[in-house]
């Protein structure tokens, strides 16, 4: 008996999971390739931040575009953490 409320239970969320992207795919606006500019100050705040979530975005396939980093004055330690980004993201650098 508790097998089958497992079950049942699994199938429901596989459902809703299911229905989710289905959802989430019919409310996808049109797929653009879109170029998004961070700009990196001082030591980088926020720049590790905003990377990941637009590469999430583009893993996910919600986004379709280039991640670019510009410097606005980073210091050099804000420079190593653009370069490793940059490798890890496939982003690009513009300096």
Same mark, same amino acid.
């Given at each position: 008996? =508790?097998?089958?409320?497992?079950? =049942?239970?699994?199938?429901?969320?596989?459902?809703?999971?299911?229905?989710? !992207?289905?959802?989430? $795919? !019919? !409310?996808?606006?049109?797929?653009? %390739? !879109?170029? *998004?500019? /961070?700009?990196?100050?001082?030591?980088?705040?926020?720049?590790?931040?905003? *990377?990941?979530?637009?590469?999430?975005? $583009?893993?996910?396939?919600?986004?379709?575009?280039? +991640? *670019? +980093? $510009?410097?606005? =004055?980073?210091?050099?330690? =804000? /420079?190593?953490?653009? &370069? &490793?980004? *940059?490798? %890890?993201?496939?982003?690009?650098?513009?300096?």
């Amino acid at each position: 008996m =508790g097998v089958y409320l497992v079950l =049942g239970l699994l199938a429901a969320l596989g459902l809703l999971g299911v229905c989710w !992207l289905l959802l989430g $795919r !019919l !409310l996808m606006p049109i797929p653009l %390739d !879109l170029t *998004v500019s /961070l700009t990196g100050h001082g030591d980088g705040e926020g720049l590790e931040q905003g *990377v990941k979530a637009l590469h999430w975005l $583009r893993r996910t396939g919600l986004w379709r575009g280039n +991640i *670019v +980093i $510009r410097d606005g =004055g980073m210091s050099p330690q =804000g /420079l190593a953490v653009a &370069r &490793r980004l *940059v490798e %890890d993201y496939q982003a690009q650098l513009n300096m």
